[in-house]
């Protein structure tokens, strides 16, 4: 009996491609562990919404395979990156955070599943709504908040803040709106260049959208076929500035004109990793660049400065809330396919809010970084320099 | 007698006389070449040394260059490493600096630096400060580099001179080379910096042929970022410049040396670092100064020298208040005799030293 088990759990974790995962209804479960989860489903299928396509003739599946560990990974990441941005809004309230801070909740499900779509080694960019790419790719929670606290301990060393966070494949947290867009589409040119068959996803926002500088890097990596994932997160505001106040053209995923685009449900994370799976193919096979369109939703307002009940009502924030929220829409799918109980999902809620909590007590606690690295990081691989205080006598060190 | 013959010319015909012009003397050489050819060849090399080098631009393959800079380059290398680009400085710009995070070497090409303006967020923001704001996570070798400053006849929205306004930004290295040595020796150092390098070139010195000497010829010379150069050693007067400008105070010195004033010529080579050291040292020699310099006079490379002056050791052997040769603070206009009279000439720089010299 163990082993049959065993065979059928290690064929069921082969992937969601496999075409042997039948659909694993209710009706039928199977025992892959002696733990206290005996009863629950290792996987199923999921009926994801279809794409609104352009200039394409296929768009992603309209079904995927969830299996528990990922689910539970997914969830766990949602979960950890909204109670971050929860307590970033905490202690920016209290001054401990200062300055810009756009919080990412409500958009989880487009983090994850685009990070669930393609491998470590693909290359991501976006702006500086960025706490949450910043975890998908790789940063400690803990680095992120120290950062955003403005200590030594954060993953810039308290010098970049808020928008200014880096990782291996993970360029950034920009501010200036729409300049990382070409400089994705460079990393794309380097991808090609380099003949990994990586690829770059290089994210955007509806807001960005309408910026001179993307339409001439959706004619340059179309000219030059590179293998650019374009993502414009619409979440319907720009500032308080709503999208048909924006964009004489709201089909966002229409704008490349040339370059195929499909409009995905950025609330539902499995829709999310399905298209980012497709693209990525399209990218990798040599077709050039596509564009997404990621349909989601921020609760908080544009940054920490902005209570984001202006430009709309709260009745409209609490329906999206209610009805789309993307951690509840994944909970509420594990559980109705009894993949996941409450007991453990209560478990992984205690252990995330203990993350935090630790998290938060460092980058409170933390030192700010010392004056001696003032001046550092000017250059890379450099000799020494000497700059120039706010006075001609004060003569500082730079070292690289 | 040569350099006398110049400065007859430079007073009538600038772009005629410089194109013509006398090379200056150096020790035994080998070779003759040109500014363009010495970038030329500066690229090829570095292209052949690391295939991480590559080259983007208008122009910059298949029509050789707007300025016949990378001729050949495009036949030699192809399309992967020398990428002809549309008229969008911005979003190449920021391709550039996006391929250089990512782990190449690009050479971003514009066609003049007035055109960067319209991509200086993506020099500036992108480029510059990310090693800093990333505290040395992510750095970004780029090279940013073409024609900077006056041209000839080419009016007021192509002939603007950028080195002030990127020698303000920290995080960027700035250059401005003179001769065919600067040209190479500068570029081979930019390419090889792992840091953003704004490389200000000059289009009338693209055609002057200079003296190259063999140890300059060498596949691995590099000049120094950072550190000037004197071109003529003097007593009387020191002399500090950039660019095209250079030779102008040369051609000064030669003439006041009938005089019997010798002026000290430095050559700054770097707009950022700027060698401070070495004007003040040289001012601690002859006790006077004068900065000439083909942009604006407002906030420029001038004031910056003099303010530095003022604020260092050297201040105490000046006999005279240092001054600066600017172009005329107005945008400049097309007519020829407007033109001539809105940038330094021989005779406003030999003015003002004798001025300075109180002779």
Redesign the interface.
């Known amino acids: 009996m163990q082993n049959m088990l065993t065979v059928i759990a290690n064929a069921l974790k082969g992937g969601a491609k496999i075409n042997g995962a039948q659909t694993v209804s209710e009706g039928s479960r199977v025992v892959i562990s002696a733990r206290s989860f005996a009863n629950l489903t290792p996987q199923a299928r999921f009926d994801i919404k279809r794409c609104d396509l352009h200039r394409l003739d296929e768009g992603p599946s309209v079904q995927t395979v969830l299996t528990r560990e990922d689910g539970l990974r997914y969830y766990r990441t949602m979960q950890t990156m909204r109670r971050m941005e929860l307590k970033a809004d905490q202690l920016y309230k209290q001054k401990i955070i200062r300055g810009f801070c756009h919080l990412y909740d409500g958009q989880e499900a487009c983090a994850v599943g685009i990070e669930a779509g393609i491998n470590p080694t693909d290359?991501l960019?976006t702006a500086y709504r960025a706490h949450g790419y910043t975890y998908t790719r790789g940063v400690s929670v803990k680095e992120i908040m120290a950062e955003l606290t403005g200590r030594r301990g954060g993953?810039?060393?308290?010098?970049?803040g808020s928008m200014?966070m880096?990782?291996k494949n993970f360029?950034?947290g920009?501010?200036?709106v729409g300049?990382q867009?070409?400089?994705?589409?460079?990393?794309?040119?380097?991808?090609q260049?380099?003949g990994k068959n990586e690829v770059?996803v290089t994210l955007y926002g509806d807001g960005a959208a309408n910026q001179?500088?993307i339409f001439?890097?959706f004619?340059?990596a179309a000219?030059?076929k590179l293998p650019c994932i374009f993502i414009c997160e619409n979440n319907k505001y720009g500032m308080g500035t709503s999208v048909e106040r924006a964009s004489a053209s709201t089909d966002y995923y229409k704008r490349g004109d040339y370059i195929p685009g499909l409009r995905v449900d950025g609330m539902d994370v499995l829709s999310v990793r399905e298209a980012t799976r497709f693209a990525a193919d399209y990218c990798r096979s040599g077709k050039g660049p596509i564009l997404m369109e990621l349909q989601t939703y921020r609760y908080h307002g544009h940054s920490m400065s902005d209570p984001g009940v202006s430009y709309r009502t709260r009745e409209e924030i609490q329906e999206v809330r209610s009805k789309s929220d993307p951690i509840t829409v994944l909970k509420d799918r594990m559980i109705s396919n009894n993949m996941a109980n409450l007991e453990e999902i209560k478990d992984i809620d205690a252990e995330i809010r203990k993350e935090i909590e630790e998290a938060a007590q460092f980058a409170t606690s933390d030192p700010e970084p010392p004056l001696e690295d003032l001046c550092?990081?000017?250059?890379?691989?450099?000799a020494p320099?000497e700059?120039r205080g706010t006075n001609?006598w004060m003569k500082l060190k730079s070292i690289? | 007698m040569a350099s006398l013959r110049c400065f007859l010319r430079s007073g009538k015909n600038a772009v005629a006389a410089v194109l013509r012009r006398e090379f200056h003397g150096t020790p035994p050489a080998a070779v003759q070449i040109t500014v363009r050819d010495a970038l030329n060849q500066a690229m090829d090399e570095e292209l052949e040394r690391d295939e991480r080098v590559f080259l983007l631009g208008e122009e910059v393959a298949q029509y050789d260059g707007a300025y016949k800079i990378s001729r050949g380059l495009w036949k030699k290398y192809g399309d992967k490493r020398i990428i002809d680009t549309p008229i969008t400085e911005m979003g190449f710009a920021g391709i550039a600096v996006g391929a250089a995070m990512a782990g190449l070497r690009p050479i971003c090409e514009f066609m003049t630096f007035n055109f960067s303006m319209q991509a200086i967020d993506q020099v500036i923001n992108s480029a510059a400060k990310t090693y800093y704001m990333s505290a040395g996570l992510q750095s970004v070798p780029i090279v940013f580099r073409g024609p900077n400053g006056a041209s000839a006849g080419v009016a007021a929205q192509h002939s603007q001179c950028f080195a002030a306004w990127y020698g303000h930004c920290p995080g960027l290295k700035v250059v401005s080379p003179w001769s065919a040595e600067d040209a190479r020796g500068l570029l081979k150092a930019a390419i090889r910096d792992d840091n953003p390098v704004v490389f200000l070139e000059n289009e009338l010195m693209y055609g002057v042929p200079f003296e190259m000497s063999e140890e300059v010829q060498s596949k691995d010379f590099l000049i120094p970022i950072g550190k000037a150069k004197i071109e003529r050693q003097g007593n009387h007067i020191t002399l500090v410049s950039h660019s095209r400008m250079v030779g102008l105070c040369l051609d000064a010195a030669a003439v006041l040396a009938k005089e019997g004033i010798e002026c000290e010529v430095i050559n700054m080579r770097s707009i950022r670092p700027l060698d401070a050291e070495a004007i003040e040292t040289s001012i601690m020699k002859t006790n006077h100064l004068v900065t000439v310099e083909g942009g604006w006079p407002q906030f420029g490379i001038g004031a910056e020298i003099l303010a530095r002056i003022m604020e260092g050791p050297a201040f105490n052997y000046l006999d005279a208040p240092a001054v600066r040769v600017t172009g005329v603070d107005i945008p400049m206009p097309y007519a020829k005799i407007l033109e001539d009279n809105s940038i330094p000439q021989i005779k406003d720089i030999i003015f003002s030293i004798k001025k300075t010299l109180n002779v």
């Open positions: 290359h960019i993953v810039a060393k308290g010098k970049g200014h880096y990782a360029y950034g920009n501010g200036i300049a867009v070409p400089l994705g589409a460079g990393v794309a040119l380097a991808c260049y380099q770059c001179g500088q001439e890097s004619n340059m000219l030059w550092n990081h000017i250059f890379y691989n450099d320099l700059i001609p690289s």
